[in-house]
């Protein structure tokens, strides 16, 4: 397996401007239409909301909810529903099911460098007819990630932070279509960019801390993570400046449903 970049996540800081996260898994949850399934696989459930919107949707369907960080599982068991609804720590790379109705992954094959091997793996986990159904971010050329990737591989950070950023870690939609048609699923992809207004003070940075500066932060200690963020922050204000009704981040996501034929 390829190295992983490990960071311990913070419930907390993702659930900042929770309401701008969500709307991505919802659009692609709504896009699944009418289908009624018994057996749902969460891989890569954060703090659980996700999961328990699944539970909502589906009440006569089996919720397994996965996620390799010990911090989001503790976090998430408060949704649980037994014998409907369970969390786990499962790192993904190694998970290995069969017979789901619908697999979800949401806002993590990102992360996961080898996820281009999985995903036909996950494929053929599904019942016939089943769907696996994800959404990953597509701004990594975007100046919040542009300038992050710039820093980590400055001399002053490269030693300790080169390694864990990465230029394109997903594939385009058509790159997903091409990928699990070829592995014979009937494919619906597609992407949208959401031109959010964020409120508050450094407000991208606050975003980022959620996502994309966990490694970092979790690399560091605090005297250096201090450094690192008060140089990212006065760059951010550049990229990104404030205006009268709030802070404009162009959010871009790639949405993929598969069919099992």
């Known amino acids: 397996m390829s190295r992983q970049v ?6 907390a800081q993702y659930g900042v401007y929770g309401d701008e996260r969500f709307r991505p898994f919802r659009e692609l949850v709504e896009r699944l239409g009418d289908v009624a399934p018994r057996h749902v696989i969460d891989l890569g459930c954060g703090s659980g909301e996700p999961a328990a919107t699944l539970a909502g949707r589906w009440p006569g369907a089996v919720v397994e909810a996965l996620d390799s960080s010990p911090e989001m599982i503790d ?3 408060a949704h649980e529903i037994p014998g409907r609804l369970t969390f786990r720590v499962q790192d993904l790379r190694t998970w290995d099911g069969r017979d ?3 697999i979800v992954s949401n806002a993590v094959l990102q992360w996961i460098p080898e996820h281009l091997e999985l ?5 053929r986990a599904l019942a016939p007819g089943g769907r696996l159904a994800f959404q990953v971010p597509g701004n990594f050329a975007a100046p919040s990630h542009a300038i992050l990737r ?3 591989r400055s001399d002053r950070w490269a030693g300790r932070l080169a390694h864990i950023v990465r230029d394109a870690p997903v594939l385009s939609a058509e790159g997903y279509l091409d990928l699990l048609a070829g592995h014979g699923c009937d494919v619906d992809a597609w992407e949208t960019t959401y031109m959010q207004t964020l409120t508050g003070d ?3 940075l606050e975003w980022v801390k959620g996502t994309a500066l966990r490694p970092v932060l979790t690399a560091l200690d605090a005297p250096d993570a201090d450094a690192f963020v008060a140089d990212y922050r006065e ?4 990229a990104y400046p404030a205006r009268p009704h709030g802070t404009v981040y162009p959010f871009r996501r790639i949405f993929v449903i598969a ?3």
Not at 6 to 11: H, L, R
Not at 119 to 123: H, K
Request: charged share 40%; with cysteine; hydrophobic share 40%.
């Open 150 to 152: 710039e820093l980590c």
């Open 119 to 123: 995903l036909p793996r996950w494929t």
């Open 259 to 261: 069919r099992r034929t």
């Open 100 to 102: 789901a109705d619908l």
């Open 6 to 11: 490990e960071a311990v996540w913070d419930p």
């Open 235 to 238: 760059r951010l204000r550049d």
């Open 202 to 204: 450094d407000p991208v």
């Open 75 to 77: 976090a998430a068991r």
